[in-house]
C-alpha cells in the first residue's frame, strides 16, 4: 500500500510539471492514470484537453470537479464557458447564474444577467453573410491573416515544410509558427502560399504580425525561449524594416516589453503611427487586455495604455483590429456574452478618440460555439477571420467572407446632452456638476457646465441611465433616461428651481414702488397700472410670495371720511390684483386714512398741493421678510 501511494504521488507530480511546460497531452496521461482524483487533478485535467480542443472532455472534468463541491467561483465560471462551447446554453445559463451568486461584482456576469437568453439572436446566422474555408489552410494551424500592401495577405501558421527539422510546441505539439504570404485575388480568395522572409522567420514562435500601408515596416509576436523555464517563455513585440535588398532587418524588441510578462498580438493603422496589442500585465481588468500606442516624431513608440473597461473585462480580450477609415475596433473577448470560446466584437471609436462605444457580438456566421479571432476588414464588406470551429480543414483555419455591412447600423456612437437653466430667468447656468450613472447605479463620467449651460455624454445606444445635477444655491434634480427610442443624439434639460430659502431671501430685498392717487378719488391711474402689472410678474415668479396693502389719504377731510377713502383705495388694488389671477389668500389688506403722513402736512399745517400728494397713497410690502412680525402673526 505504501508503494502504491508513492507511485500515485511521483505520477501527480510528473503531471503536474507537464501541466506547467505546457505539455498538455503528457499532462494528461499522467492525471487519468491516477487511482484518486480530487479537485485539483479534475480542474487541471479540464483546461488540459480544453487546450487540445477537446470540449467534450473538458466539460466531463468539469462536471466531476463541480461534483467534488471543492471548487472556486472561476471555477464555475469555466465550467459554464465550455458548456457554452458545446453548446448546451440552458445548461450554461444556469452555471452563469451561479456565479453571479458567487460573484455578482463581476462585470461578466452582470452583462449576462441583464439578458440570460441573449444567444437565442446571436446564432440566428446573416444570411447575407457566407464563409469559405480557404483552400490554403493546412492540417495545422492557420490564422491572424494581415493585409501586405494591395495584393497579399500575410499570416501565421504551423504547418511544416522542412524534413530535416521537427521541433514541436510542448503546448500542441505542432510545429512553431512561422510567417507565411499569400497572393489575394480579385474574388477575395487566397493563393499561391510561400514562406515569408527568412531573416524574420526563425526557430520559435514568430507570428503574427502587422503592416503600415506601405509595407516597408512592420511588428511581429515572437517568443523569448528558455528549456530551463518553460512556464516562463513570455511573447515579446519586435519591429523591423525592409532594407534596399528586399530582406527585412533583424527584429529589434520594443522598449515597452516585460519579459515578465506577454506581449502580442499588435495591429497598425495604415501610417503606422498608432498600434493596437495584447498583453498580461498588471494593472489590467483580467487576464489579457487590449492596450494602444502611439508613434513619436522620432520613429520610436510611446507609452501603452490600457483602453479601458468599455473594452476589456474580468476575461481575456485579443487580437484586436482596427478599421480607420469606419473608426471601428474589432476584436475577440471570452469575456462578453457570446456563442462560446472567443467570439468577435466590434466598437466605434468615438470622435473624441478616447472611449468606445457598446461592443457589439457580430454574431452568426461570424462566430460560432468555439473560438473565433483574427477579424480583418476592408470597408467594400470584404474580409478574413480565423477560426477552429467544427469542419474546418485542421486546427485554427482561414476563413474568408463578402458582402458584410450589417453591423454598421447597430453600432452607432450615441450622445446624451443638455443644457441646465435657471427655472426663474431662463438663463444659463455655469459650474453646474451633471454627473451620468448606468442602471446599476455605477457612475459613468460627470462634466461642468461652461457659460452655455451645456453638458454632453457618450453613451451606448438603447441603454437607460440616471443623469443627476446639481449646483450651489439650487435645487438639485435628477432623472432617469432611456435612450431606446432615440437616434444617436438624446437631448436632456434641466431647470433648477432656487431653494425657498433663498428665493425668500431674495424676494425681501426688493423694494416696491407707492403708487398714488387725486385728491379724494380710488380709481387707479394710468400710469401707475405699470407698477401694479410688475407687481403682478413678481407675484406670478414667486408663487408663494404674500403682499401686504396698505393705503394712506392726506390730512384733510374728517378723520372717518378718510378711513372709508383709505378702505377704497385698497380694495381697488385688491381688485385689481385678484381680477388677474392673484389669490386673495396671498394678499393682507389694510387702511389707515390720515394716520401716517410721510411728512408733516397733519391737520391745522399749511401744505402744498405736491406735499399733500405724497401722503394720498397705497404702499406694498412683501411679508413673511420680517422674522419678528412672522414669529407674532403665527
Given at each position: ?22 505539455s ?5 496521461k ?40 471543492q471548487?472556486?467561483p472561476?471555477?464555475v ?24 451568486k ?15 437568453m ?16 480557404e ?7 492557420d ?51 510561400r ?20 509595407g ?16 516562463e517563455?513570455?511573447l ?12 527585412w ?78 473608426g ?21 471609436i ?17 462566430n460560432s ?10 470597408e ?36 446624451l ?35 452655455d ?17 446639481s449646483?450651489?444655491k439650487y ?27 433663498y ?102 399745517v399749511k ?26 402673526q403665527?
Amino acid at each position: 500500500m505504501g508503494v502504491s501511494v508513492h507511485a500515485q504521488s511521483l505520477r501527480l507530480k510528473k503531471a503536474d510539471e507537464y501541466f506547467e511546460e505546457f505539455s498538455y497531452d503528457k499532462a494528461i496521461k499522467n492525471y487519468e492514470a491516477l487511482a484518486d482524483k480530487d479537485a485539483h487533478v479534475y480542474r487541471n485535467l479540464a483546461k488540459s484537453y480544453l487546450m487540445l480542443n477537446d470540449t467534450d472532455k473538458a466539460e466531463e472534468n468539469y462536471a466531476n470537479l463541480m461534483s467534488t463541491g471543492q471548487y472556486k467561483p472561476e471555477d464555475v465560471y469555466n465550467y459554464a464557458a465550455i458548456l457554452l462551447m458545446n453548446k448546451k446554453y440552458d445548461q450554461a445559463a444556469n452555471w452563469m447564474q451561479k456565479y453571479y451568486k458567487l460573484k455578482p461584482s463581476d462585470r461578466r456576469a452582470r452583462l449576462f444577467m441583464e439578458d440570460p437568453m441573449y444567444y437565442r439572436d446571436l446564432i440566428k446566422p446573416d444570411p447575407n453573410v457566407k464563409l469559405t474555408d480557404e483552400e490554403i489552410n493546412s492540417k495545422f494551424e492557420d490564422f491572424s491573416p494581415v493585409y501586405y500592401k494591395n495584393d497579399q495577405v500575410v499570416f501565421a501558421s504551423s504547418r511544416d515544410h522542412s524534413f530535416l527539422i521537427n521541433r514541436k510546441w510542448n503546448g500542441n505539439r505542432q510545429p512553431y509558427l512561422d510567417l507565411y504570404v499569400a497572393d489575394l485575388t480579385q474574388g477575395n480568395h487566397l493563393t499561391n502560399v510561400r514562406k515569408f522572409d527568412k531573416h524574420i522567420n526563425q526557430k520559435y514562435h514568430d507570428a503574427p504580425a502587422t503592416f503600415n500601408a506601405k509595407g516597408d515596416y512592420m511588428v511581429i509576436t515572437r517568443n523569448i525561449y528558455d528549456k530551463k523555464k518553460l512556464q516562463e517563455n513570455r511573447l515579446q513585440l519586435y519591429d523591423s524594416h525592409l532594407q534596399s535588398d528586399g530582406h527585412w532587418s533583424t527584429p529589434r524588441k520594443l522598449h515597452f516589453n516585460n519579459e515578465q510578462y506577454n506581449y502580442g498580438q499588435a495591429s497598425m493603422t495604415p501610417d503606422g503611427q498608432l498600434m493596437y496589442f495584447t498583453s498580461d500585465k498588471p494593472g489590467g481588468f483580467g487576464g489579457t487586455d487590449i492596450y494602444k500606442v502611439s508613434r513619436k516624431p522620432d520613429g520610436t513608440w510611446g507609452d501603452p495604455e490600457n483602453v479601458g473597461d468599455q473594452i476589456n473585462t474580468e476575461g481575456n480580450e485579443m487580437f484586436p483590429y482596427f478599421d480607420p477609415k469606419g473608426g471601428y475596433l474589432f476584436y475577440s473577448s471570452n469575456g462578453l456574452p457570446g456563442l462560446g470560446g472567443l467570439d468577435i466584437f466590434v466598437s466605434k471609436i468615438r470622435k473624441d478618440g478616447k472611449t468606445y462605444t457598446k461592443p457589439l457580438n457580430l454574431g452568426a456566421p461570424m462566430n460560432s460555439n468555439k473560438d473565433d479571432f483574427s477579424f480583418i476588414y476592408k470597408e467594400n464588406g470584404s474580409g478574413f477571420l480565423s477560426s477552429n470551429r467544427e469542419g474546418g480543414k485542421g486546427d485554427d483555419d482561414i476563413y474568408s467572407f463578402k458582402t458584410f455591412e450589417s453591423f454598421k447600423d447597430k453600432v452607432q456612437d450615441c450622445y446624451l446632452s443638455g443644457t441646465i437653466t435657471d427655472k426663474d430667468t431662463e438663463l444659463p447656468l455655469s459650474d453646474a456638476q451633471v454627473v451620468l450613472y448606468d442602471n446599476q447605479g455605477k457612475t459613468l463620467s460627470q462634466a461642468i457646465t461652461g457659460k452655455d449651460g451645456r453638458y454632453e455624454f457618450p453613451i451606448d445606444c438603447g441603454s437607460t441611465y440616471k443623469v443627476v445635477v446639481s449646483r450651489d444655491k439650487y435645487n438639485g434634480e435628477e432623472a432617469v433616461v432611456d435612450t431606446k427610442n432615440f437616434g444617436s443624439q438624446v437631448i436632456k434639460d434641466f431647470a433648477l428651481q432656487r431653494p425657498e430659502s433663498y428665493l425668500q431671501e431674495q424676494l425681501c430685498k426688493i423694494q416696491l414702488e407707492p403708487i398714488y392717487y387725486d385728491l379724494d378719488k380710488f380709481y387707479i391711474r394710468i400710469g401707475d397700472k405699470v407698477k401694479l402689472d410688475r407687481i403682478l410678474k413678481l407675484m406670478e415668479k414667486y408663487p408663494k410670495m404674500r403682499l401686504e396693502v396698505a393705503s394712506h389719504t392726506d390730512a384733510r377731510a374728517s378723520k372717518a371720511y378718510n378711513i372709508r377713502l383709505s378702505k377704497n383705495r385698497t380694495q381697488s388694488v385688491v381688485d385689481y390684483l385678484t381680477s388677474h389671477g392673484v389669490s386673495p389668500d396671498r394678499i393682507e389688506a389694510k387702511w389707515f386714512g390720515e394716520q401716517f403722513p410721510v411728512n408733516g402736512c397733519v391737520d391745522g399745517v399749511k401744505c402744498s398741493e405736491d406735499e399733500h400728494q405724497l401722503n394720498r397713497r397705497t404702499e406694498f410690502k412683501i411679508l413673511d421678510c420680517d422674522q419678528k412680525e412672522k414669529a407674532s402673526q403665527e
